[in-house]
């Protein structure tokens, strides 16, 4: 079985940033800890030993993070407050029972440490405090890149990059591991075509179906272990989680042969597109630049082809191990059809 793994991405040189933020005569002004080289700023707000408010806290809760690069200089210490004193998951906060003061002061303290090994005792003594060991987790990060951004970066870089950073270093990553995924077509030539890439997360799955029409129950079992049918979409499942696979869709005006070589599973099964749409969607929208709907609404044939490559390729470790075919028509029977299991 292939190892697990996110999208990688290349590791930036952290470029220092350091901000002196005037306090008005309500502030609370907390310095750095000695040795810690980051961004120095205030908050004038909340409670020595009480909670932020949960309104002043809504822009970094984790469902509506603002990262790092969209917050105010002035807003940098509130931001942490609130992602250290949070409950992640019914879980107990990082800093937990602690005041504003407390907590500001303590993280300031591991930002100091930032630069040396997990394994040095001073590092070990204050993340003990976390309840979490002595590991940089990602919450902790999360929180504390609004203190010292510098010393987050080594660790964990993406934390001070922009959201559009971020999203071209994801294209590019998509697109190198999309190079290595081959149209493994053989038959007529299709209407439309795309080879690519979809991410697929701990459900193991992704769909094709209608992205504004309703899921419903399901219509149709599981097929030979491949896909389940609901009123207007379809679950593929694949055989690996938190991975990238490739994936090669293609339209056609009537079906095409069925053309089984080569392919482990072969399952096909009917879906509506009341709003002529349909998509190949993972954890992200997959890249297609058509509609697989080709004749509009109505009702398709979407045909799956599954195969895991054999072999790993400890030349290329990040090449997608698992590859499907989707083959869309269409075609007005809702019937389940498994050609190969």
């Not at 002043?56 to 609130?82: G, I």
């Not at 493994?184 to 209608?210: A, I």
């Not at 080709?294 to 030349?315: K, L, M, N, S, W």
């Amino acid at each position: 079985m292939r190892r697990s793994r996110r999208l990688r991405f290349p590791r930036p040189v952290a470029a220092a940033a350091v901000a002196v933020v005037l306090l008005s005569v309500a502030a609370v002004l907390v310095t750095a800890a000695a040795g810690h080289r980051g961004m120095v700023v205030a908050y004038d707000g909340g409670s020595p030993d009480g909670e932020l408010p949960s309104d002043e806290c809504h822009p970094w809760s984790t469902n509506s993070v603002r990262r790092y690069t969209d917050t105010r200089p002035q807003d940098r210490e509130k931001a942490f407050l609130c992602l250290a004193t949070e409950s992640i998951y019914g879980l107990p906060p990082k800093f937990s029972g602690m005041g504003d003061r407390e907590a500001l002061a303590y993280g300031r303290e591991l930002c100091g440490v930032m630069n040396l090994e997990v394994t040095d005792p001073r590092v070990k003594a204050l993340l003990d405090r976390t309840g979490n060991g002595p590991y940089w987790t990602t919450q902790t990060l999360e929180a504390l890149v609004y203190l010292c951004p510098e010393g987050v970066a080594r660790h964990d870089p993406r934390l001070v990059q922009s959201e559009e950073q971020l999203l071209q270093e994801e294209k590019e990553s998509l697109d190198e591991a999309a190079a290595g995924c081959r149209d493994r077509w053989k038959g007529p030539k299709p209407r439309n075509w795309h080879v690519g890439v979809v991410f697929v997360e701990e459900g193991s799955d992704y769909y094709v179906g209608d992205p504004g029409g309703e899921w419903g129950e399901v219509v149709a079992g599981s097929g030979g272990g491949v896909l389940e049918v609901y009123r207007e979409f379809i679950r593929v499942y694949t055989s690996t989680r938190n991975d990238l696979i490739c994936v090669t869709v293609l339209t056609f005006d009537k079906a095409p042969p069925l053309l089984p070589r080569g392919w482990d599973r072969i399952v096909e099964a009917g879906v509506r597109s009341p709003d002529g749409r349909l998509i190949a969607k993972g954890s992200e929208v997959f890249p297609t630049t058509f509609n697989l709907a080709a004749a509009g609404p109505g009702r398709y044939r979407v045909r799956i082809y599954t195969r895991d490559h054999e072999q790993f390729h400890p030349d290329d470790p990040d090449r997608p191990g698992v590859e499907h075919l989707v083959v869309v028509f269409p075609g007005r029977s809702g019937k389940t059809v498994v050609h190969r299991r």
